[in-house]
């Protein structure tokens, strides 16, 4: 997974992650979510796209609404 990209989700979730109790890692080129159990789950290659697309249109419409 390109880096950008992993970064654009992580911060997409990292926000997520503030409000429902959860953290984000990356680890070498994947995505985790840690929760509060100490559970870890990786993300996949599509969920990991689905975030940075996501985090992305945050931007833009942030853009858009208040410039």
């Known amino acids: 997974m390109e880096n950008s990209t992993l970064l654009f989700a992580e911060k997409n979730l990292s926000w997520i992650g503030e409000e429902e ?3 984000t890692l990356i ?11 100490g559970k870890t789950l990786e993300l996949s290659d599509t ?3 689905y975030q940075a ?3 992305l249109k945050r931007q ?3 853009i858009q609404n208040n410039f």
């Open 21 to 23: 109790g959860f953290k």
């Open 27 to 37: 680890l070498d080129t994947s995505l985790h979510i840690e929760f509060k159990s």
């Open 47 to 49: 969920e990991i796209e």
């Open 53 to 55: 697309i996501e985090y």
């Open 60 to 62: 833009i419409s942030y």
